[in-house]
C-alpha cells in the first residue's frame, strides 16, 4: 500500500491547485489522517498559497512550517553552492517529521516560477524519486494545439520514466471540451503511458479568472466601496480613457473599468450599466492616479444599491492595467465557489475510485542512495551506540565525528595524543565539545587491556611485554574496548591497511558461535535501488562451505539493513548448463546454503549456479531460469571468489555511478568495520552510522 503521492506539473499556471483539491478530497474519504507537503515553495510575503488554501479548506491543523522544505531562494543558493545533496537531505527531513504524524502525505512540486522550467522539473523528479512517491503528472492544455500537448506529455513522461520515477496517472488540464478524447486516444495510440490512467479536464473559465479581491490585494488598492462583492470574477479589463458613446461599446460581461479617479462621467457611467437590463454587467471599477470621486458624486454612488467594488490605487491608468494584465488567477481559500466549481471539474472528468485504487495500492521499490544514506542515519539515531574510531589524528574522522555528533547519530570515543587531536579540531575550527579523546598511551585502562589480551593470547605462546607492544596500538586498543563493553562498534581503515584493522578483531573478539570465517558485503546503492554484494574484501577464494555460510551471513545482514535477500549464488552458467570445478563449487555451496538455511534462515530465497544478467534482467530470466524465484529478482549476490567479486563491484561502481557503502564485516561476535584509505567524510559517516545498527542488531534491538 502506498502512503504518499507526488502532484507534478510540467510548466506554470497548469491548474494543479485544482487537483490537489480533488485529490485531497478524494484522499480524505478513506483515509483519517493525510497531511500535505510542499518540498519547495515560492518566495512571498505571505504564506504559501496552496499550503494556505488545502491547510484551511480541510482543517489540517498542521503547523504551517511543517509543510515544506525549503523556500526557493534557501533552494536555490544550496544548488548554487553545489549542495543539492543537502537540499534533498534536508527535504526528506522535513518530509519525514510530517510522515511520522500522518497516515498519508500528498505532495505538490514546485510553481515554475523560474526561468528554468526543464531544471525544475527534473528537481522535482529528483524529489520525488528521493522521497519514494509516485507521481502523478499534470500538465496544461489551455491555447495549445492537439500535437502540442501530446508532445508536452512525451517529453514529460520520458523524463520522469528516464530518472526512474514512477507515474502513475496523467491529467491533461484546461482542454478544449471537444478536445480531450482525441487527446487521451492519441496519447494510447502512440503507447506513452503503458498502464497508468489517463485524464482529460476541460477547461472552466470561472477558474481561470482572478476575483476583484485577488486583484485589490496585489495592487495594494483600497476599497472605497462595496467590499462585500469582492468575490466578483473579473473576465477581462477595459481601460475607459476615452468618450462615454465610444467605452459604452467596449463593456462586457465581467469587464473589469479602470480610469482616473476624476472622471466622474465614467464612474456615474458604470453604476448605470450595472443598474441597466441591456448593458453587461461589470465585475469592478479601478480608480487610477491617487484620485477619488467629489463629494457629489461620492453621495451619489452611496445612493445606489447593491455596487460594485469600487478601488483606488496610487499608480496612473497605464502602468496599472500593465499589473491587472500580469494577474493570474488563483483559488481563495475563503472563494468557496472556485472551491465548489474546481471539486465538481475534478470530480466529472476524473474517476475517484479508479484513481483512488491505483494511488492506494501502488507502491513504489525505489531506494536512491540519498534516501538509503538518510535511513542509515535515522535507524542509528534511534537508539544511540557507542563507536570508537582509533584514527583521531585523521582530518576526514574528524570532520565526520563532528557530523556525526552534531546530529546525534552516535555517541564517539577518538583514540590519540590529546593535545595533538584537540590542536587539530581547533585548526580546523570543528565543535566537538562532545567527543571523549583517549590517549591508549595514558590510560588508566592500559594495564587492564594489556593483562587480558595476554590471557586470550597465551597460548599462543606470547608474552607480557608482547602483549604490552601490541596494545600500544590504537587498532588493538580500540578492539579491546570493544571486547570489555566500553564501546559497541568499532570503526578504522582511513590510514591503517584491511589487515591492521581486522587482525586484533579476530584475535580479540573472535567470530560468532557458528560461524568459521570473517566475511564482508557492499551495499550498492545503484540510482533506484540498494544491493548487496558479498564476499569482495576479505576471502581470496572461498570453498563450497565458506560460500555458503557468506550467502547466509550475506542474507541476514542484507535484512538488518531493510533489504529483503534474494539470494543469487553467481557463476559463470546457469542452471545446469555448465560444468568445471567453479560452477561445481558453486552449486554444492548452493546445495549447503539451502540446507542450513532452512533452520537459521527460513522462507530464503536462493538461487545458483546463476549468471549475473538472469540475476537481474526480468527478460533474461524468463529464458534461461523460468521457473526461479530468485531470477531477475535478486537483492544479494554471492561472488564465487575475491577477484570476480572486487573487480565487479568497481566495475559497476565507476560504470553506473553507484555509491558503494562498506566493506561490512559479518561474522564477529561485536561490530568492527573497515575503511578504504581513500574514503571520503560521508563514507565515514555512513560506514559508522551502518556499523552502530550493526550493534543494535547484535543486542536485539532492531
Not at 509543510?67 to 544550496?78: D, P, Q, R, S
Not at 482525441?182 to 498502464?195: Q, R, S, V
Not at 547519530?409 to 565539545?433: H, P
Not at 574496548?481 to 582511513?494: F, I, L, N, T
Request: proline share 4%; with cysteine; hydrophobic share 40%.
Amino acid at each position: 500500500m502506498s502512503n504518499n503521492l507526488y502532484v507534478v506539473a510540467t510548466e506554470a499556471r497548469s491548474g494543479k491547485s485544482a487537483i490537489i483539491l480533488g485529490v485531497m478530497e478524494m484522499l480524505l474519504r478513506k483515509i483519517d489522517r493525510v497531511g500535505f507537503f510542499r518540498p519547495i515553495i515560492s518566495d512571498t510575503k505571505d504564506q504559501d498559497h496552496d499550503i494556505n488554501l488545502v491547510s484551511s479548506y480541510f482543517d489540517l491543523r498542521i503547523p504551517y512550517d511543517k509543510m515544506y522544505g525549503f523556500t526557493g531562494t534557501e533552494a536555490g543558493n544550496l544548488v548554487s553552492l553545489g549542495k543539492q545533496a543537502e537540499m534533498i537531505e534536508g527535504i526528506i527531513n522535513k518530509y519525514n517529521q510530517l510522515s511520522d504524524g500522518s497516515d498519508f502525505v500528498l505532495c505538490e512540486g514546485t510553481d515554475f516560477m523560474s526561468s528554468a522550467a526543464a531544471f525544475e522539473f527534473d528537481i522535482n523528479a529528483e524529489i520525488s524519486k528521493n522521497l519514494s512517491c509516485p507521481v502523478l503528472l499534470v500538465t496544461n492544455a489551455h491555447k495549445k494545439s492537439t500535437d502540442d500537448i501530446v508532445r508536452s506529455v512525451e517529453v514529460a513522461l520520458k523524463s520522469l520514466s528516464g530518472k526512474k520515477c514512477h507515474t502513475i496517472a496523467t491529467i491533461i488540464n484546461r482542454t478544449e471540451p471537444k478536445d480531450g478524447e482525441t487527446i487521451i486516444k492519441l496519447l494510447k495510440e502512440k503507447d506513452l503511458t503503458g498502464e497508468q490512467l489517463l485524464y482529460a479536464m476541460p477547461d472552466e473559465p470561472s477558474l481561470g479568472n482572478p476575483t476583484v479581491g485577488e486583484i485589490a490585494k496585489l495592487l495594494g488598492a483600497d476599497v472605497l466601496y462595496g467590499e462585500e462583492q469582492l468575490n466578483r470574477h473579473v473576465h477581462n479589463f477595459t481601460i475607459a480613457a476615452m468618450q462615454l458613446h465610444n467605452f459604452l461599446t467596449r463593456i462586457e460581461y465581467g469587464s473589469l473599468i479602470i480610469t482616473p479617479g476624476d472622471r466622474a462621467d465614467v464612474i456615474v457611467a458604470c453604476l448605470a450599466a450595472v443598474l441597466s437590463a441591456s448593458e453587461q454587467n461589470i465585475s469592478g471599477i479601478v480608480l487610477t492616479g491617487g484620485l477619488k470621486p467629489e463629494k457629489p458624486i461620492w453621495d451619489l454612488i452611496k445612493g445606489f444599491p447593491l455596487m460594485v467594488p469600487i478601488l483606488s490605487v496610487k499608480e496612473n491608468t497605464f502602468p496599472t492595467a500593465t499589473n491587472v494584465n500580469k494577474i493570474h488567477a488563483i483559488i481563495s481559500p475563503d472563494d468557496d465557489r472556485k472551491i465548489t466549481q474546481a471539486l465538481a471539474v475534478f470530480e466529472k472528468s476524473v474517476d475517484t475510485k479508479q484513481l483512488e485504487e491505483r494511488v492506494v495500492t501502488t507502491h513504489t521499490t525505489i531506494i536512491t542512495p540519498k534516501m538509503f544514506e538518510y535511513e542509515l542515519l535515522q535507524r542509528a539515531r534511534a537508539n544511540k551506540q557507542h563507536v570508537v574510531l582509533p584514527e583521531g589524528g585523521d582530518e576526514r574522522i574528524l570532520r565526520a565525528a563532528e557530523t556525526l555528533l552534531y546530529r546525534e547519530v552516535v555517541d564517539i570515543t577518538l583514540l590519540g595524543n590529546e593535545d595533538l587531536v584537540c590542536g587539530k579540531i581547533a585548526q580546523l575550527g570543528l565543535r566537538m565539545s562532545l567527543a571523549n579523546i583517549i590517549n591508549p598511551l595514558k590510560s588508566e585502562l592500559f594495564e587492564e587491556y594489556v593483562q587480558t589480551y595476554f590471557n586470550l593470547r597465551k597460548h599462543k605462546g606470547i608474552t607480557e611485554e608482547y602483549a604490552r607492544d601490541m596494545m600500544r596500538g590504537v587498532n588493538c586498543f580500540a578492539t579491546m574496548m570493544v571486547y570489555k563493553g566500553r564501546a559497541d562498534a568499532m570503526v578504522s581503515g582511513a590510514v591503517h591497511s584491511t589487515a591492521e584493522t581486522i587482525r586484533p578483531a579476530l584475535q580479540i573478539i573472535k567470530t560468532k558461535p557458528g560461524f568459521s570465517i570473517v566475511s564482508s558485503v557492499l551495499l550498492m546503492c545503484l540510482e533506484d535501488r540498494v544491493l548487496v554484494y558479498g564476499d569482495c574484501a576479505i576471502n581470496a577464494d572461498p570453498n563450497a562451505g565458506q560460500l555458503a555460510e557468506i550467502a547466509l551471513s550475506s542474507a541476514q545482514t542484507a535484512k538488518t539493513f531493510g533489504i529483503d535477500p534474494v539470494v543469487a549464488m553467481l557463476s559463470y552458467s546457469t542452471g545446469e548448463s555448465g560444468k568445471g570445478a567453479d560452477v561445481d563449487k558453486v552449486r554444492e555451496a548452493t546445495r549447503i546454503a539451502k540446507e542450513n538455511a532452512r533452520e537459521s534462515f527460513p522462507g530464503l530465497k536462493i538461487e545458483g549456479p546463476i549468471q549475473y544478467d538472469a540475476a537481474v534482467d526480468s527478460a533474461v530470466a524468463k529464458a534461461k531460469l523460468p521457473e526461479s524465484d530468485v531470477a531477475g529478482k535478486a537483492t544479494t549476490f554471492i561472488f564465487p571468489d575475491l577477484n570476480t567479486g572486487n573487480n565487479t563491484y568497481k566495475a559497476v561502481q565507476r560504470s553506473a555511478g553507484a555509491v558503494a557503502i562498506g566493506p561490512i564485516l559479518q561474522g564477529l561476535k561485536y561490530p568492527v568495520n573497515d575503511l578504504s584509505r581513500g574514503c571520503t567524510v560521508p563514507d565515514i559517516v555512513n560506514t559508522v552510522a551502518i556499523t552502530a545498527i550493526q550493534a543494535q542488531s547484535e543486542k536485539g534491538l532492531l
